[in-house]
């Protein structure tokens, strides 16, 4: 009887978990009511097209305006396909812009950045998590605070900061780490970080300590090989970020030193271009984002997901 009992346990057990994993906005019960399947699918449908089409309608229209003449391109209101294709926009767009060399200039800002920023942010988030230092809570907690401070409201002090680098007194406007140093601090990735870290077991970090391993050695060797995920979502959100900044590159590079603009600032800055190959060079400036998010789009759920639940 008590095997029997046991199993009985077990399933019941099993039954509970399985249907806490399968938990919809929905329920089976409601679904299988006469007509509930087919209005949820006909709402399913609708909203996922509704959805597709706000996300892909300005990418539709971003890239065949760029395949229209200049008289189409700024048509109102505009055409949704274009009367005569010119392929041969994006290549005189190219060499007339010099997308190229934007384009490696803002790799260039946006790598050095999320090298910096990944060092730094991991080292911070790290400490605050499992070193504890004094008054760690509250350092997190101003950190936090930060985010509810619009970031137009801190060009001025940032721009007053690499004109005068504290301590050291050196001026960085028209370098390249006038870009990369502000976006170092990032608190949203070390809250991300933070969290992930957290639900690192404490087990992991003692059996380390216990065979030697110093707390450099643990984040090289335990945390970091697990932390993929969330180091990922930080990756894409830190080049994604650099990649679409106007106005902080405008302000420290292109009035010092204009053959390394931005793709953005470049492209702005060709007010005497035709409106088609404007359009034509914002489409192929949003390839390399768009690429990135495809290669990388299962690291989002994964690492955002990740280390919400413990155990």
Known sequence: ?????????????????????QRTLISKAQLNRRGSKLTYRIVLTLVVIVFTLVFIGPLYFLFTD??????????????????????????TAWNTLSVGRLMFNTLYYAFGALAFQLIFDVAAAYAL????????????GMMLATLMIPSTVLIVPQYLTVANLPILHMNLIGTPEAIWLPSVANAFSIFLLKRFFDSIPSELMDAAAIDGASPLRALRS??????????????????VTVWKDFLWPLLVESGYTPTRETINVGITGATTTPEN???????????????????????????LTAGSLKG
Do not use: C, D, W
């Open 277 to 303: 190959l404007i359009i034509a060079a914002s489409a192929i400036a949003a390839i390399p984002t768009i690429i990135f998010f495809l290669i990388f789009q299962r690291n989002i759920l994964s690492g």
């Open 129 to 140: 998590s499992k070193l504890r230092p004094v008054l760690g809570n509250a350092i997190f």
């Open 222 to 239: 335990i945390v970091l090989p697990i932390s993929r995920p969330i180091l990922g979502v930080v990756t894409i959100f830190g080049f």
């Open 66 to 91: 760029g395949l229209k003449s200049t008289q189409e391109a700024g048509q109102v209101p505009p055409t949704f396909f274009p009367a005569h294709i010119h392929p041969g926009t994006y290549v």
């Open 1 to 21: 009887m008590s095997v029997v009992a046991a199993r009985a346990g077990t399933s019941k057990r099993r039954t509970a978990q399985r249907s806490a994993t």
